[in-house]
């Protein structure tokens, strides 16, 4: 157990490989969405290992799935590529996405205001 780990509360039926739900809830995500390959990003000081799903137009969404062996079970279940995103980045899309999605915030709140 990291020293973290004592100061962090952990959400009841959650363990390190994520609970059903989100393994549900990528199953729907990915089902939803075309283009999608997951990207495996590595352990922090705090957070588990844990895999982000990119969709083709840069929509994305992460989870705890177990491990990199948890994370080609459900590439592998899912269909879907798998990737380390130490080895290849993050994809120019899900920059793109997020930048989109920036302006998008900043122009509701102006509208507000």
Do not use: C
Not at 24 to 46: I, S
Request: charged fraction near 35%; avoid cysteine.
């Amino acid at each position: 157990m990291a020293w973290i780990d004592a100061f962090r509360g952990k959400r009841e039926g959650q363990t390190k490989r994520g609970t059903d739900n989100d393994l549900r809830y990528l199953a729907t995500w990915t089902a939803a969405r075309t283009g999608v390959e997951a990207y495996v990003e590595p352990q922090t000081n705090f957070s588990d290992v844990t895999v982000i799903l990119i969709a083709g137009d840069g929509e994305w969404t992460r989870r705890r799935v177990g491990g990199i062996a948890g994370a080609r079970r459900i590439s592998e279940k899912l269909k879907i590529p798998v990737y380390d995103v130490h080895r290849t980045g993050y994809p120019q899309r899900k920059r793109d996405y997020d930048a989109r999605q920036k302006i998008l915030k900043r122009r509701a709140t102006e509208e507000q205001a």
